[in-house]
């Protein structure tokens, strides 16, 4: 999407992703509240890795890219947490993949987090900045 845009416009044009991986099997943002439901379970008391993706585009061409792989481990928790997780969140859940935001009440799930935190919510923000500052895009 970045190069496509950025074959139209001026200046630079970021994109970002992220995806889920749990060993073989990946995750992308759930659809409903109960896929949403169904990945929290599948992920309880296992470790996960997401992979965010960034890259800044010009001219119809790739300029910059950056991955970063956090690796996440769920605390296993009851059923009545669950529940009263997905209360709170609602549909929330189905923005974000595995369906919890670590900047909120979803920090609870969790037990070890290693990794960049910015990576995890999905922009690699010190790596982009650098390469910003480097392109004078932001002053250093």
Not at 15 to 28: I, K, P, R, V, Y
Not at 31 to 52: C, P, S, W
Not at 70 to 85: E, I, Q, V, W
Not at 97 to 121: N, R
């Amino acid at each position: 999407k970045a190069l496509k845009i950025s074959s139209t416009q001026n200046g630079l044009v970021i994109g970002c992703d992220q995806m889920l991986s749990l060993g073989e099997e990946a995750f992308d943002k759930p659809k409903d509240i109960a896929e949403a439901t169904a990945q929290l379970k599948k992920l309880a008391g296992k470790t996960h890795i997401l992979e965010t993706a960034i890259v800044i585009a010009e001219g119809g061409q790739l300029v910059w890219r950056n991955l970063a792989r956090p690796k996440l481990t769920m605390r296993m928790f009851s059923d009545r947490f669950l529940g009263n997780y997905i209360e709170k969140m609602g549909g929330s859940l189905c923005s974000t993949v595995g369906g919890y935001q670590l900047e909120g009440v979803g920090s609870q799930l969790f037990e070890k987090i290693e990794g960049d935190y910015f990576s995890i919510l999905g922009l690699p923000l010190l790596p982009l900045m650098d390469y910003l500052r480097q392109r004078q895009a932001l002053l250093s």
